[in-house]
């Protein structure tokens, strides 16, 4: 099933904070999440295993819940290249073991103004 | 490097003609997915391979079928196209530990 990501879309300027969050309704392994620009192939941005272990990348970094079976990407002042569509994409836990493969989310449009 | 290479970049298929998206890895991953991609839906998985000889199918696997040549390609074949499968499709392999996917540049295919 497919995770549920929120918000649809954010709208900043440059320096402003964001968060997005990615829900399942299925206990996960792992939460991955990657950036598309228009016209372009998604790019890996970050994995969080369960453990509830949160990670950064650059002003960008992600916590995942997994006891709650949710995850959030917090991005901290934006930049114009933060644009984008953020999607997450969450990996089945099989009793202590992964599925294998990926269940995205139907993604966040993020815009950056000046 | 080149990653993930996938031909062609663009298509048009009359209702009922066939064909194959190829992709190809140069970076040794074992896993290979297709993943189709429509506006609004996110991406989903048409079919996986977790290794070299081995395929199975993912969320939408209806209208296609895959093929792991060897290590390096997995080809998606559309056996009679529908209008149905107007999408952008993405090839991705995976190295696994925790490196995530990487993607190729996607073939944008409409079927009229």
Known sequence: QQPVQSPQAVILREGEDAVINCSSSKALYSVHWYRQKHGEAPVFLMILLKGGEQKGHDKISASFNEKKQQSSLY?????????????????????????????FGQGTILTVHP | NAGVTQTPKFQVLKTGQSMTLQCAQDMNHNSMYWYRQDPGMGLRLIYYS??????DKGEVPNGYNVSRLNKREFSLRLESAAPSQTSVYFCASERGGGYGYTFG????????
């Open chain 2, 50 to 55: 977790a290794s070299e000889g081995t395929t």
């Open chain 2, 105 to 112: 540049s996607g073939t944008r295919l409409t079927v009229v």
């Open chain 1, 75 to 103: 991005l901290t002042a934006s930049q114009l290249s933060y644009s984008g569509t953020y999607f997450c994409g969450t990996e089945g836990n099989a009793g202590g073991t992964s599925y294998g493969k990926l269940t």
